[in-house]
Structures are given as C-alpha cells and as structure tokens.
C-alpha cells in the first residue's frame, strides 16, 4: 500500500512538474511561431511588392511599345511621302521597311513575338 502511495506521488509530481515545464514553454513556443508568421509575412510582402514592381515595368514597356508604334507609323508616313517626292522628280524611290499589318497595339504584340519565334528568338 505504502507503495503504490509513493507510486501514486511521483506520478502526481511527475504531472506537476510537467504542468510548470509546459507553462514555461507554451509562451516560448507561441513567442517562436509568432516570430516565424511575422518574418513570413515579411517576407511575403517583400515578395509581392518585387511582384508589383515587375508588373508597373511591363506595363512601362507596353505603354513604350504604344509610342514606338505610333513612331512607326509617323516615320512612315514621312518617308512613303519622301518616296513619292522622288517619284515625281523621277529618281528611284528608297526600299521601304516591311510594314507590320496590325491595326492594334496587341496585334503588334503578338505579330512580333511570333516573328521573334520563328527566328527563333524566344
């Protein structure tokens, strides 16, 4: 009886002492993890902001693109007219560039890109 009395206190010490071990973790532990969500979001946030920062560049580029086209279609313009200028004075007009048939930004776009994969650019 006297031991399984002692039996029964060291258990029930056992369980205290492991009562106070985890009252002193938890907070450790939640301190730990709560450190780790943060630099996560840190992270995450660090990561989205690269993220947006790549989007605004491309939209940069597209806007560019849009300038460029209009360029191009202006230097053209100027240099069909040169041509016609030298046709009447009958010298031989100047060999135009290929001239794209795109009517739109994203016709553009995508007339380009399969130009660049046929020379096997991209």
Known sequence: MKEDQTHERLLQALGEIQARMESHVQPVAKQVIQAEVERLRNLSEQRKS???????RID???LDCQSQMEEYRQRRSDLAALNEQLA?????????PNHFPAETLGELILARMHRLRVEGKI
């Not at 993220?51 to 605004?56: A, E, P, S, V, Y």
């Not at 009447?88 to 135009?96: D, F, I, T």
């Open 88 to 96: 009447s004075l009958g010298a031989e007009p100047v060999p135009m």
């Open 60 to 62: 940069r580029t597209i």
């Open 50 to 56: 690269i993220l947006k920062d790549c989007l605004m």
